[in-house]
């Protein structure tokens, strides 16, 4: 029991950081699950045949999901992940980040460019504000109060190309809602019967998971919560859930498939 405790209580985490009410939740839920792995490695004492089978099950219901450009990108642009680690800045980062950028100023390349070739590397090289000890200091404990749209707005103004493209993806909000039977603690049977507990259908542990995140999983209805832009030229995000589509692609002769 205390197993499947220990494997189950970084997902919730996950759940209950989605369906935030007072912080938008997008430029958390990469870095969270990334997290969540580490946690799960660790509870099975990072033994590979324990542990394997756990992440391949969280892997195939993050794949087009909770994988996509823009959620690599946010938690990119989210300092509280990135300069605890700057390595994270890999090719698969890059990679998104860069699509990211093409989306969002699609046509105009000189913005393509400042932003990939100067600004960026200002916020890697934590050059100007970027490196001012308040600014370290203001992104170094995720509390649940610290916001990174708001961090960009206060030390991003010397890049401003890339600061409102932070801006806008810090800003989205995410549900778990259409996710909540995928990632069930007491849905997930196959996960459980891998965890060698017995037979979830006739043993005790399922009513006890149960029990103890009923109420994790349940949010209330947001009041209005759901953010709205001014409309005006950049693309327009749209929340599909736990997944947020890469901007309006449509509109730009791209096919996304949500």
């Known amino acids: 029991m205390a197993l499947v405790l220990k494997i189950f209580s970084p997902l919730v985490k996950v759940l209950r950081i989605a369906d935030g009410e ?152 995410s549900s778990s809602s259409g996710c909540e039977r995928n990632w069930s603690c007491f849905g997930a049977n196959g996960l459980l019967i891998t965890m060698r507990v017995g037979p979830v259908g006739s043993t005790t542990q399922a009513s006890r998971v149960r029990a103890l995140y009923d109420d994790d999983f349940e949010s209330e209805e947001e009041d209005g919560g759901d953010m709205e832009f001014e409309d005006d030229e950049d693309p327009v995000f749209r929340d599909n859930g736990f997944m947020v589509s890469e901007f309006d692609l449509d509109k730009r002769g791209y096919g996304v498939d949500v």
């Open 22 to 173: 007072k912080i938008p939740s997008l430029g958390f839920i990469y870095g969270e699950i990334l997290v969540a792995k580490n946690s799960i490695k660790e509870a099975t004492d990072q033994i590979e045949r324990n542990y394997e089978p756990i992440i391949k099950i969280i892997d195939e219901k993050m794949k087009g999901r909770l994988d996509t450009p823009l959620h690599i990108a946010a938690y990119f642009l989210n300092p509280f992940y990135f300069y605890k680690n700057t390595g994270i800045y890999d090719m698969e980062v890059m990679q998104a980040f860069i699509s990211c950028v093409e989306t969002f100023y699609y046509g105009d390349f000189d913005k393509q460019n400042e932003v990939v070739n100067q600004e960026v590397q200002q916020y890697r090289n934590k050059s100007g504000y970027f490196g001012m000890p308040l600014a370290q200091k203001g992104c170094e404990k995720n509390d649940g109060k610290f916001d990174p749209g708001l961090w960009w707005s206060t030390y991003g103004c010397e890049t401003p190309v890339l600061q409102k493209l932070a801006k806008r993806i810090l800003a989205l909000t």
